[in-house]
């Protein structure tokens, strides 16, 4: 009994320290998973925004099987367009000026669009890369009077909430001196509305998920290539991402679940009053790099 009292205060500190490595420990995890947690201040961004690319199918996905092309894929001789050093200059600098003219137009004309215009365009799209070639795009053109109003319904109800609440005064006061808004009459007027969504997966034959790789990218270069098409037919949009509208509008337009809204394209004419921002593009020496 005297020995257990005498030792009484060593088994004391020895449960004090052992209590104390494992608070130690625990915050030490708290700390990690807070730092973690933390992000960098920077504007409200839309989930559907985000790139999935990195991220794992669900298990449905399981046993490995071929998702892409056929196996024996036929190659066939590819001879390309050469041209001299002279004309190939001379290309590109007519290209450049072409698409130099690009400017996001806000005042759209209801003026009428040819819809075989509309369709090359997005076929023109339609010859981007794509991860695998699993072309994971979806052109949605709306032209229906009623269903153009309920998108801009829509995209305003939630545009002033992004400007009021969840873009932030610096995002804001960027956007002031380009004269935005949550107002989006163009949705109205232009006469075509293209909403580009990106396929996050496929389906496979057998109803499992298919893995479309770099997504994220792949429709991105399409709507870059649909931008190019536009401005060669003499027609004019503002790229506009809608944040926050993609589940609404995924609803109303009745795609599936596996697409998410990357951008909405109104297509038209310039109204006769239309004007824009008096912008200058950075200089070549600004955006290039030759080592």
């Not at 700390?31 to 790139?51: A, Y």
């Not at 050093?85 to 000026?97: L, N, V």
């Not at 809608?242 to 951008?263: D, S």
Request: hydrophobic share 35%; charged share 30%.
């Amino acid at each position: 009994m005297a020995l257990f009292s005498s030792l009484t205060p060593v088994f004391i500190a020895i449960i004090c320290v052992l209590i104390g490595v494992i608070m130690k420990k625990t915050n030490g995890e708290k700390e990690k998973r807070d730092t973690k947690s933390k992000h960098p201040s920077r504007p409200w961004v839309d989930e559907d925004l985000k790139d999935g690319t990195d991220h794992p199918l669900e298990e449905e996905e399981g046993e490995e099987e071929w998702q892409g092309l056929e196996e024996n894929v036929a190659h066939v001789p590819f001879t390309g367009e050469r041209y001299s050093e002279a004309e190939m200059i001379k290309r590109s600098q007519t290209f450049y000026e072409l698409l130099n003219k690009r400017r996001s137009v806000r005042f759209l004309s209801d003026e009428p669009v040819p819809r075989e215009v509309i369709d090359n365009v997005i076929r023109t799209a339609g010859t981007s890369p794509s991860g695998a070639h699993t072309e994971p795009w979806t052109f949605v053109v709306v032209q229906d009077p009623s269903l153009k109003h309920k998108i801009r319904e829509i995209v305003e109800e939630e545009e002033e909430i992004n400007y009021k609440k969840r873009m932030g005064d610096r995002w804001v006061n960027d956007l002031k001196r380009l004269r935005t808004n949550w107002i989006k009459e163009y949705l109205d007027t232009a006469p075509y509305l293209i909403l580009i969504f990106k396929q996050v997966y496929g389906r496979l034959p057998n109803g499992k998920k298919k893995t479309h790789y770099y997504n994220e990218i792949s429709v991105s270069i399409a709507c870059g290539i649909l931008l190019a098409a536009l401005q060669n037919a003499g027609l004019y949009t503002v790229t506009s991402t809608p944040l926050n509208c993609g589940p609404q509008l995924r609803v109303l337009l009745q795609r599936p679940a596996n697409e998410k809204l990357l951008l909405l394209l109104p297509v038209g004419y310039p109204k006769k009053d239309a004007t824009v921002p008096a912008l200058t593009r950075k200089p070549l020496e600004d955006i290039m790099v030759v080592m």
